[in-house]
């Protein structure tokens, strides 16, 4: 099993740049595809990125769409989350996910191991 801390949230404003980090420990990193999911207070946990496993392939909500950017380094054991140009509908709390399922990508169930998230917040 794998474990994941992600770091790099805080506040910033609309309009701004953050990026998200995420480190995994206890297996073969470059086993596992990789995700990024959001939940907003009184919201369902939803999709935002996920990237397979030697980073060649990417796919985004149309949400962030062209705003973010995932990335990962299988030397370093990590997974990145570029967000640009935020927007008052971001915030929330990000988790990086992990999973050797294939198929069924853009679900929070095809997950196995999580992050305990790191708070967004973008102001106005």
């Known amino acids: 099993q794998v474990q994941l801390v992600e770091s790099g949230g805080g506040l910033v404003q609309v309009g701004g740049s953050l990026t998200l980090s995420c480190v995994a420990s206890?297996?073969?990193?470059?086993?596992?595809?990789m995700g990024w999911f959001r939940q907003a207070p009184g919201s369902e946990r939803e999709f935002v990125t996920t990237?397979?496993?030697?980073?060649?392939?990417?796919n985004y909500a149309d949400s962030v769409k062209g705003r973010f950017t995932v990335s990962r380094d299988n030397v370093k054991n990590m997974v990145y989350l570029q967000m640009n140009n935020l927007k008052s509908d971001d915030t929330a709390v990000y988790y990086c996910?992990?999973?050797?399922?294939?198929?069924?990508?853009?679900?929070?169930?095809?997950?196995?191991?999580w992050g305990q998230g790191t708070q967004v917040t973008v102001s106005s």
């Open positions: 996910a992990a999973t050797r399922q294939f198929g069924r990508i853009y679900y929070s169930s095809s997950y196995d191991y």
């Open positions: 206890g297996d073969t990193f470059s086993t596992y595809r």
């Open positions: 990237i397979n496993r030697n980073g060649g392939t990417t």
